[in-house]
């Protein structure tokens, strides 16, 4: 059985942090979903959880960009969790 560390790990080999587009990481999140309605669910997390708003317009972050720094997705990572 793997320990939480180990786990972990693992997680992040899967989910580096590294640019993303939207889209992908969006439906990373959510892939039981098309991937518009993967992309309005994660805007409506970033809406509601004012910590990671905050912290993504500390990053310059506009809604309407493509992709994700590398920053802005380990803060999406910290606040939501890896997918």
């Known amino acids: 059985m793997k320990t939480t560390e180990e786990k972990e790990e693992s ?15 969006a439906v990373a999140y959510a892939p039981d979903i098309e991937p518009v309605s993967a992309l309005n669910r994660l805007a409506s997390w970033f809406k509601t959880n004012k910590q990671l708003t905050a912290a993504l317009q500390q990053t310059d972050y506009n809604p309407r960009q493509q992709v994700f720094t590398s920053m802005q997705v380990e803060l999406i990572f910290k606040y939501l969790g890896r997918p």
């Open 11 to 25: 997680l992040s080999e899967e989910w580096p942090v590294r640019p993303y587009y939207k889209r992908e990481l």
